[in-house]
């Protein structure tokens, strides 16, 4: 009997500890699976637990730009926190109401915040414990063919209990303020964290740096005027200006400079002109305002970090009402080809988008080029065809292929690649080269091309400079070439100037149409196009 004893409690203990095992990790799956859902007035987050021993006594944020972790001492399940911005944070910047104040989470948000994300964690880890211990009952059940006993069922009850008091214990005593230990930070956040006084107030840190640009852009003109062939140095028809990989940092100050000083007639952007795919991340920026203050028509394709889904075309929709942009891939299935002073520009967006797998294969981009052929059918190519990455434009037609992507500018023939207008943007500037090494900034990037009135390219202009972010900026490099040996020549008879005018046409349209739509400055709809300053 002594030993019948033995066993029966040996059992009702084994299955009160499989119980315990099993309402935890099915508590915790419970809140991973159905987190809760925080909100303040901006800001939002999801909240679950971690069975993870590396987030053991933290609060976790796993952010897009970094992770933060604050550590303390004690024994409780780590708190994993997902935060977000609000879309209305995205109208509050752009009505231009916004402050430092008006960004801040007051304390009684943040107490509701925590209250609800307590609660909710609790009653979603009490509930997932409780239906994964009567399962565990159920398949005992199911497998041994009898009835749960009235003492397993009490027995279950006691360690469902048991577990989820003694995980709401730990973590009470466990996150107190007096217990914390440590913030910990890695990837952007740290460069943040280390190079604050950097990183604020950028578009104020860009403007500053516009004298230095200025000086520099009249220099480079002296030495091309003195050194380039008759030829060449001769007033161009058309200047265009090829900007690339922006990253949500608003240096459209420098832009507006170079178009002055440049005569600049329209700005071609390849792409990835936001960091996170998401419009609200423009509006604070202010990269729309940006772009309007510019007075030229803005030529745009999406880059891969300009959407959150392959259909997600949020970005160019809101682009689409700002006033001088064109879009020649609108997102829609349907393909345009601008005219700009008889200048045919083409192109289309990047198939990928923020957040992908970035596996390096390049069937998507061939994809996206394959459709952008088919549209084009047996019609002239633009002079002109642009997208965000280099092997989309493999076997593409046209007088010159330009991308960006590589925050490196190349130039193979006629593709050209054009590096960073702002070195990779905030986000991506600063690159560390070692655990204590000076953080290093990548250096910015444009080029500017100029067209005779009969549209042959004359000169290909590659500006490259430095530290505008750190407020001291650095000339690097600027080479004028000869754009003819990249830019192959025109059919006869094209004209290029200023009475040419804007328009837009669906791409693949017959030379009559083009013919016809060139001289004016509507588009296909019949309503006027973004112009060049000026109009």
Request: hydrophobic letters at 40%.
């Amino acid at each position: 009997m002594p030993a019948l004893i033995r066993n029966t409690g040996v059992r009702r203990a084994a299955l009160a500890i499989l119980v315990a095992v099993v309402a935890l990790y099915g508590g915790i799956t419970a809140t991973v699976l159905f987190p809760t859902t925080v909100r303040t007035s901006y800001y939002a987050a999801d909240v679950s637990l971690s069975a993870h021993p590396a987030d053991s006594s933290s609060i976790h944020a796993d952010t897009v730009v970094g992770t933060i972790a604050a550590e303390f001492t004690g024994h409780a399940l780590g708190v994993v926190v997902e935060p977000r911005v609000r879309p209305e944070i995205g109208d509050l910047v752009a009505g231009g109401r916004v402050d430092q104040a008006s960004l801040m989470v007051t304390e009684a948000e943040r107490s509701e915040a925590i209250g609800a994300a307590v609660q909710g964690v609790a009653v979603r880890f009490a509930l997932g414990g409780l239906g994964t211990s009567l399962a565990a009952l159920g398949l005992n059940w199911l497998i041994r063919r009898s009835r749960p006993s009235a003492a397993q069922v009490v027995a279950t009850a006691i360690a469902w209990a048991l577990t989820t008091g003694l995980v709401g214990w730990t973590a009470r005593q466990t996150y107190r303020p007096e217990h914390f230990a440590a913030v910990r930070s890695t990837g952007l956040l740290q460069i943040a964290a280390a190079s604050s006084d950097l990183l604020t107030d950028l578009e104020t840190r860009s403007a500053q740096a516009t004298p230095y640009l200025r000086n520099l852009l009249a220099l480079s003109a002296a030495v091309s005027n003195e050194y380039t062939p008759s030829t060449l140095g001769t007033p161009p028809a058309l200047t265009v200006l090829f900007v690339s990989d922006i990253h949500g940092t608003n240096q459209y100050e420098l832009m507006r400079t170079i178009v002055e000083e440049r005569d600049v007639d329209v700005v071609v952007d390849t792409g990835d002109i936001i960091n996170l795919g998401t419009v609200e991340e423009a509006k604070i920026a202010g990269i729309t305002r940006g772009i309007e203050s510019l007075g030229v028509p803005y030529v745009f394709v999406r880059g891969n970090h300009d959407a959150t889904s392959p259909s997600d075309t949020r970005l160019l929709r809101e682009l689409a009402e700002v006033e001088g942009v064109v879009l020649p891939d609108p997102g829609d299935g349907s393909y345009h080809e601008v005219s700009v002073r008889g200048l045919r520009i083409g192109g289309f967006n990047d198939p990928r988008y923020y957040g992908d797998s970035d596996s390096g294969e390049v069937g998507e981009q061939h994809s996206a080029r394959d459709a952008w052929l088919e549209a084009l059918g047996e019609a002239t190519a633009p002079d002109i065809v642009i997208s965000h990455e280099r092997p989309a434009l493999d076997d593409v037609p046209g007088r010159l292929l330009v991308n960006g992507h590589g925050h490196t500018p190349r130039l193979d023939g006629n593709h050209l690649e054009v590096g960073s207008f702002t070195g990779g943007g905030a986000l991506k500037y600063f690159q560390p080269t070692g655990p204590d090494a000076e953080l290093v900034g990548q250096p910015s990037a444009f080029d500017v091309l100029t067209l005779d009135d009969e549209c042959r390219a004359k000169t290909l202009t590659r500006y490259r400079y430095r530290a505008v972010i750190e407020g001291r900026p650095d000339f690097d490099e600027v080479s004028v070439l000869n754009a003819s040996r990249s830019m192959t020549e025109p059919e006869p008879g094209r004209r290029c100037s200023w009475e040419r005018g804007v328009s837009t046409r669906p791409l693949g349209s017959s030379a009559e149409q083009a013919s016809s739509q060139d001289g004016s400055s509507q588009n296909d709809s019949g309503e006027e196009s973004p112009s060049a300053k000026g109009e």
